[in-house]
Nanobody, 125 residues
Framework: QVHVVESGGGLVQAGGSLRLSCAAS????????IGWFRQASGKEREFVAA????????YYADSVKGRFTVSRDNTKNTVTLQMNNLKPEDTAVYHC??????????????????WGQGTQVTVSS
């Protein structure tokens, strides 16, 4: 079973950038489909971005298209979420999820088997 840990969160002003990382251990990383989700205070966890096993295909929520970029390096067992032009509404705890049994529902929390503890992103106006 893979274990994932997120890092890179922090406080940034609107318009700024942050780079989040999801580091994995305990499994064959290239076999896992990886997704990024976020959960704002008092709200449900929502899909942000995802990458296929080889990193060839990526998926994004409409709210982050053109601002966020997800990429992976299977030689380093990491997935990166580059976030540019951040907005106050991007404030949330960001989690990465991993699944080996991907069925196509990359936007669904239930698709993923392993989750990290999350990293806080706060965007001030």
């Amino acid at each position: 079973q893979v274990h994932v840990v997120e890092s890179g969160g922090g406080l940034v002003q609107a318009g700024g950038s942050l780079r989040l990382s999801c580091a994995a251990s305990g499994g064959t990383f290239s076999r896992y489909f990886i997704g990024w989700f976020r959960q704002a205070s008092g709200k449900e966890r929502e899909f942000v971005a995802a990458t296929t096993r080889g990193g060839i295909s990526t998926y994004y929520a409409d709210s982050v298209k053109g601002r966020f970029t997800v990429s992976r390096d299977n030689t380093k067992n990491t997935v990166t979420l580059q976030m540019n032009n951040l907005k106050p509404e991007d404030t949330a705890v960001y989690h990465c999820g991993a699944t080996e049994r991907y069925s196509g529902r990359y936007y669904s929390v239930g698709e993923y088997d392993a989750w990290g503890q999350g990293t806080q992103v706060t965007v001030s106006s």
